[in-house]
């Protein structure tokens, strides 16, 4: 059983479509995030959840919205999609502080064209 | 959120060989993990070191953290080829996300 688990992998688009990516959690996690890996490799936060809190990094376009049905799913909506999203994009959750590891699902590679 | 700075940015090394690469931070925190990542799939937690240790031990790995410097290693003995990897170290503060830096890319070469 995937712990995290993202779909779709792959995501070819065009610019300017509404786009939606799934993450679910088996593993009782009580946070859940999304990562944006850029062409570099740096990984940044987007966002972080839980229950009772959504942090936003604040460089996030308010384009992206993350929407969170129940505590095992975090999808990520983007609107009105730009070349400059071309990215991976993973999801992660953690238990209590993240003190005992992030659990990253393998990611999804979106293509704008 | 503090970020990680990985050293080296790219690392070459023979099959048998030990594979060391450190990590800086600037703030305090209460532990200090690091990563692995294959090539196009997610990050694996590999080890977490409190702020208290100085020294941690998980198979091959060996991790080493330095609060006074702001430093923290990592030591693969006896890599394989299966090491080939990017490694990234998330130095934690409660209540923060991790912000990962650039990474260090390891190449084991057969």
């Known amino acids: 059983d995937t712990a995290v688990s993202q779909t779709p992998k792959y995501l070819v688009t065009q610019m300017g479509n509404d786009k939606s990516i799934k993450c679910e959690q088996n593993?009782?996690?009580?946070?859940m995030y999304w990562y944006k890996q850029d062409s570099k490799k740096f990984l940044k936060i987007m966002f972080s959840?839980?229950?009772?809190?959504?942090?936003i990094n604040e460089t996030v376009p308010n384009r992206f919205s993350p929407k969170s049905p129940d505590k095992a799913h975090l999808n990520l909506h983007i609107n009105s999609l730009e070349l400059g999203d071309s990215a991976v994009y993973f999801c992660?959750?953690?238990?209590?502080?993240?003190?005992?590891?992030?659990?990253f699902g393998s990611g999804t590679r979106l293509t704008v064209v | 959120s503090q970020q990680g700075e990985e050293d080296p940015q790219a690392l070459s090394i023979q099959e048998g060989e030990n594979a060391t690469m450190n990590c800086s931070y600037k703030?305090?925190?209460?532990?200090l993990q690091w990563y692995r990542q294959n090539s196009g799939r997610g990050l694996v937690h590999l080890i977490l070191?409190?702020?208290?240790?100085r020294e941690k031990h998980s198979g091959r790995l060996r991790v080493t953290l330095d609060t006074s410097k702001k430093s923290s290693s990592l030591l693969i003995t006896a890599s394989r080829a299966a090491d080939t990897a990017s490694y990234f170290c998330?130095?934690?503060?409660?209540?923060?996300?991790?912000?990962f830096g650039p990474g260090t890319r390891l190449s084991v070469l057969p």
């Open positions: 070191i409190r702020s208290n240790e």
């Open positions: 959840y839980n229950n009772k809190e959504l942090i």
């Open positions: 998330a130095p934690q503060n409660y209540g923060q996300n991790f912000v």
């Open positions: 992660a959750s953690a238990a209590g502080r993240g003190d005992r590891g992030y659990t």
């Open positions: 703030t305090s925190i209460n532990n």
């Open positions: 593993l009782g996690h009580d946070t």
